[in-house]
């Protein structure tokens, strides 16, 4: 830089000349040539500066520049040294052939590489692009929601912070991503729409989700900014690094089954009057708001109504939230291999592109090179084509259907199995006996999937079963009440919702009867369901016992889909 200031202003330096070129072009060329990458880091470091100032323009930018920062600093680099080139050092000298054709592929060399600077670029953007998109559609409610149940959690296990002050309404709590620690307005989380989630907080909710465990914190945290319009984006997150460990005051990391019982135990006796086996209204106003015990509640079948959680209901939603919470993580985890194995995939074509227009622009691809290239590529389509339309196959099922998640129980050709893990080609699969099963993606695209997990928590299911033909009206009337009053006995496990039909006479001695009934839930949790329904059969030889039905049989069972339609009988999994 001292250098080109005095062959600028110095007399004796004005006019001198290194290869028909004065001084002060050669000095704007090593500037560009050496500190070129140095100032633009320096340029894109202080626009980062700049947008975490705004918190507009960080919402909506940063997640994105923060991912293209290197290639626009090559790019960048790249187009000051050949607009230098052009500009400075292309006219007004003289050149023999040889002279000139060296400098001309040198121009050459440097616009291919600008071309090929900015088809990655394109395709950084567009893999960010793509992956946001998919985080933001896949996995903003599920983030949604187990950071609010997390909320709840460290909540009710610190001390009642709304009998301690009154004035108290903060509804923010501290977790950590990595070695960064933030407070979580779940004020403002709970407003925010998914269509209006910015790429740059669905970032951090990820980092948050997929590294944090659940943790029992006892906290008095500060009231956070003011609200912002419901369904924005506004500050959800606020950096709490300067905040000491003993300020957030974290008691224990929750690493097992285990763990999650005994402070399931411990949160219960903290919320709960001593000797009592429920949780009461009373005792979470204590602890919550009137929205947060309302919204408590509701997670309950019934305690809107009664005001009351029982022992053991509470205890079985914080062990499946931890459940849950880790399986949101490894589902995480395994969506970011798999973009990642697209991103590969994505580069590997791009090269190949980039070398056949280097080689073009250079023009070393001659006829005989084309025909070449040409004659290799119509081989490699014949040999890869097959390979080619199952990848872009699996692409689309992965990223646009997507019917399954990491963890979901699904049907698939009448069998019963669990997603265990998900790639670009293949998904695997644990069947109900434990044995894995490998399923290329492009197979599954075209085969009819039962998902359990995101069907309605309201599934049907049905049990047949056959008494004798002698018994009359009454008893039937009789078996149709009792079976009424013990579904309306168990509103946590049955919609009063039921059937009880008479299918068919048999061989003029035994008449066929159907009882269907609406489950609560749907049948993730297959266990749950099917001890469900074996305390429906053993409720129903009781009733039978008791009205003198001396002759009946149960008929074995067949899976009911949610929509209440039969499909063909599965294996029975393990509970």
């Known amino acids: 830089m001292a250098l080109l200031i005095c062959s600028l202003t110095v007399k004796q330096l004005q006019n001198h000349v290194i290869w028909d070129f004065k001084l002060w072009k050669w000095c704007v060329l090593l500037l560009v040539i050496v500190s070129c990458r140095l100032v633009t880091k320096s340029l894109i470091n202080a626009l980062l500066f700049l947008i975490e100032r705004n918190s507009s323009l960080r919402q909506r930018f940063m997640y994105y520049v923060h991912g293209l920062r290197i290639i626009i600093k090559v790019f960048v680099w790249l187009s000051l040294f050949l607009l230098v080139r052009i500009l400075l050092f292309r006219h007004g000298v003289k050149r023999s052939k040889e002279t000139t054709k060296i400098l001309n592929y040198v121009t050459r060399v440097l616009a291919s590489s600008l071309v090929g600077a900015a088809l990655w670029c394109l395709k950084s953007f567009s893999v960010l692009l793509l992956a946001v998109s998919f985080q933001s559609k896949r996995f903003f409610n599920p983030i949604q929601e187990t950071i609010f149940h997390q909320y709840l959690i460290q909540t009710l296990s610190g001390p009642p912070l709304m009998e301690i002050n009154e004035q108290v309404r903060s509804e923010a709590f501290g977790m950590s991503a990595g070695k960064e620690k933030y407070l979580i307005d779940v004020r403002k989380l709970k407003k925010i729409k998914r269509q209006k989630i910015s790429a740059w907080t669905m970032k951090k909710l990820i980092d948050v989700a997929r590294s944090s465990k659940l943790s029992v914190f006892s906290n008095q945290l500060e009231e956070f900014a003011e609200e912002e319009e419901d369904g924005e984006d506004g500050e959800i997150f606020k950096n709490a690094n300067d905040k000491s460990d003993e300020e957030l005051q974290m008691y224990k990391s929750i690493k097992s089954e285990f763990e999650a019982k005994s402070a399931a135990n411990y ?309």
Not at 458 to 481: G, Q, R
């Open 267 to 575: 949160i219960f006796k903290n919320v709960a009057d001593t000797g009592c086996d429920y949780i009461g209204k009373e005792q979470l106003y204590r602890f919550l708001i009137a929205e947060g015990v309302s919204l408590l509640l509701n997670q309950f079948e019934g305690a809107a109504k009664t005001e009351k959680i029982q022992e053991l209901e509470f205890k079985k939603w914080v062990l499946k939230f931890y459940n849950e919470r880790k399986a949101l993580s490894r589902f995480i985890k395994q969506s970011k291999a798999a973009t990642q194995e697209l991103n590969r995939l994505f580069t590997g074509t791009l090269v190949v592109v980039i070398i056949i227009l280097w080689l073009t622009l250079m023009g070393f691809l001659t006829t005989q090179a084309l025909v070449l290239i040409i004659s290799q590529l119509v081989l490699a389509a014949f040999m890869f084509g097959n390979t080619v339309k199952n990848i872009f196959e699996s692409i689309i099922f992965l990223y646009v259907m997507h019917p399954f998640d990491v963890g979901d129980r699904c049907i698939i050709d009448g069998v019963q199995m669990v997603v265990e893990d998900i790639r670009i080609l293949t998904t695997t699969l644990v069947r109900y006996d434990n044995g894995k099963v490998f399923y290329p993606n492009s197979v599954l695209a075209t085969k009819p999937i039962t998902n359990f997990y995101r069907s309605t928590g309201n599934m049907k299911d049905s049990v047949e079963f056959t008494i004798d033909a002698s018994m009359s009206t009454v008893s039937i009337e009789a078996l149709k009440s009792r079976i009424q009053d013990y579904l309306n006995s168990k509103p946590e496990h049955w919609r009063p919702q039921h059937k009880v039909v008479v299918k068919e006479i048999e061989d003029a001695n035994e008449i066929r009867m159907a009882l269907h009934v609406t489950h609560t839930i749907n049948f993730q949790n297959y266990g749950e369901k099917s001890s469900r329904r074996s305390k429906l059969v053993l409720q129903l030889k009781r009733i039978f016992e008791d009205l003198g039905i001396g002759k009946y049989h149960v008929l074995p069972e067949t899976q009911v889909g949610s929509a209440g339609s039969a499909a063909s009988p599965v294996p029975q999994p393990a509970n």
